[in-house]
């Protein structure tokens, strides 16, 4: 069973910054792409970051303050935040971006952004 394991969230102010772990089994990271997802409160889960052995894509809410990156050695995928703003409160988790997400999704770490 593949174990997907987000880390990393709290409490910030407004520009404040963050740095979210995931940590994955079932050999998820050796040859596939992996995606940060956020899911804030009445809306939709929506993917926020990706990346590929050689690119990453971001969505526009978070295009230069978000950087996705990845350490295969050690299974592991982070998202690093900066100049975060309330709009950015959300559960964040980490998958497989479409078309082969994963139906198995971990718990998430919350990000909360409030001055």
């Known amino acids: 069973q593949v174990q997907l394991v987000e880390s990393g969230g709290g409490l910030v102010q407004p520009g404040g910054s963050l740095r979210l772990s995931c940590a994955a089994s079932?050999?998820?990271?050796?040859?596939?792409?992996m995606g940060w997802y956020r899911q804030a409160p009445g809306k939709q889960r929506e993917l926020v970051a990706t990346?590929?052995?050689?690119?990453?894509n971001y969505a526009d809410s978070v295009k230069g303050r978000f950087t996705i990156s990845r350490d295969n050695a050690k299974n592991l995928v982070y998202l690093q935040m900066n100049n975060l703003k309330p709009e950015d409160t959300a559960v964040y988790y980490c998958?497989?971006?479409?078309?082969?997400?994963?139906?198995?999704w971990g718990q998430g770490t919350q990000v909360t952004v409030s001055s």
């Open positions: 998958n497989r971006p479409p078309p082969f997400t994963l139906t198995h």
């Open positions: 079932g050999s998820i990271f050796g040859r596939n792409a």
């Open positions: 990346i590929t052995s050689g690119n990453t």
